[in-house]
């Protein structure tokens, strides 16, 4: 089994998130998202425009996946747009961004962004985690 703090180190070690969202239809949309882990939440940026973005608009439900070395982990949950990010959460998301994506994007945006605009937050409501080296032993069940 995995600690809660194993599940957080994969959360935030996470490059890539994947983010499925549903169809008027019904189908099932996924998306690749870089993001930030802050306090319980997944954050993660983009144009209220896109087709992900409207499918949550209609219905906010999500499921949502990442993964570092042999640890991976995938959440159900719900999504919400902030406007006007708190300061001190603005800060943490846009320092995650410059770690995770600075180097080799060469993105490093100011916490001013997310003061000022929106951001997307994934509010979880059960989270699987496990490692898959040890994959019978490990997987792990969080529920909010």
């Known amino acids: 089994m995995l600690a809660w703090s194993d599940v957080e180190r994969i959360l935030r070690g996470g490059r890539f998130y994947w983010i499925s969202t549903t169809d008027e239809d019904g189908r099932p ?21 896109t087709h992900w973005a409207q499918n949550l608009a209609r219905d906010a439900r999500v499921a949502f996946g990442t993964q570092t070395g042999t640890r991976a982990m995938f959440g159900q949950g719900t999504v919400d747009v902030v ?25 490093r945006p100011k916490a001013a962004q997310y003061e000022k605009g929106h951001v997307f937050r994934a509010t979880p409501s059960k989270i699987i985690a496990f490692d898959v080296k040890h994959f019978t032993a490990s997987g792990t069940r969080f529920t909010f």
């Open 83 to 107: 406007r006007g990010v708190a300061p001190d959460i603005a800060k943490r998301i846009a320092s995650q961004y410059a770690t995770k994506y600075g180097r080799t994007f060469d993105y």
């Open 29 to 49: 949309h996924l998306v690749q998202q870089w993001g930030a882990w802050v306090d319980d939440h997944l954050y993660f940026e983009g144009s209220e425009r």
